[in-house]
């Protein structure tokens, strides 16, 4: 199975809002709201960031949104800061009762 | 605090063996599902296998599938990976991860500080 489609990179300047798409299929993104994303910074291991498509784990910055449209997932960064700047990775449940994950986004804060 | 401690990485002959351990702390280790997830230098994400609760369920992703095996002991709070039939393909940084909510291993919540598995001749 393909990974998720994140694109490869966006970036934004501080206070500025960006934000990430990740796309599915009707099997896993269109199917579950198990859809969750993680900030990963250089060589450092995965943070979760939101789980069930749009919750907020306790300690989270709501400056973190997540939502998700048929196939398509997104997570939205408002308020841009410099530490946000890392990888993100959408994942989710599928069909066949494993987890896919996108192939990654890289956020560049200007 | 959670904390999640893999073990057991290192440089092996395409062919051989290895396996992993993550020693769980912080947490009823039995409530939870847990996972392997890994990342090969420069890449993204591959969740690898999925282990319930009780042990008594397993899930692997196709690329694993007849070559690793997931399980856990619930009295030592610790998860396992055994890898067989190694290839290079299967170099990468193996994180141990707990499941968010509990049952289904679906969301991660918390993850091991990663240990790197090479293989190479």
């Known amino acids: 199975q393909s990974a998720l489609t994140q694109p490869a990179s966006v970036s934004g300047s501080p206070g500025q809002s960006i934000t990430i798409s990740c796309t599915g299929t009707s099997s896993d993104v269109g199917a579950h709201n198990s859809v969750s994303w993680y900030q990963q910074h250089p060589g450092k291991a995965p943070k979760f960031m939101i789980y069930?498509?749009?919750n907020r784990p306790s300690g989270v910055s709501n400056r973190f949104s997540g939502s998700k449209s048929g196939n398509t997932a997104s997570l939205t960064i408002s308020g841009l800061q410099a530490e946000d700047e890392a990888d993100y990775y959408c994942s989710s449940y599928t069909n066949s009762r494993t987890v896919i994950f996108g192939g990654g986004t890289r956020l560049t804060v200007l | 605090e959670v904390q999640l401690l893999e073990s057991g990485g290192g440089l092996v002959q395409p062919g051989g063996s290895l396996r992993l351990s993550c020693a769980a702390s912080g947490f009823t280790f039995s409530n939870y599902a847990m996972s392997w997830v890994r990342q090969a230098p420069g890449k993204g994400l591959e969740w690898v296998s999925s282990?319930?609760?009780?042990?008594?369920?397993?899930y692997y992703a196709d690329s694993v599938k007849g070559r690793f095996t997931i399980s856990r002991d619930n009295s030592k709070n610790t998860l396992y990976l055994q890898m067989s039939s190694l290839t290079a393909e299967d170099t990468a940084v193996y994180y141990c991860a707990k499941d968010a909510l509990g049952t289904i291993p679906d969301q991660f919540d918390y993850w091991g500080q990663g240990t790197l598995v090479t293989v190479s001749s």
């Open positions: 069930d498509v749009s």
């Open positions: 282990i319930s609760g009780s042990g008594g369920s397993t």
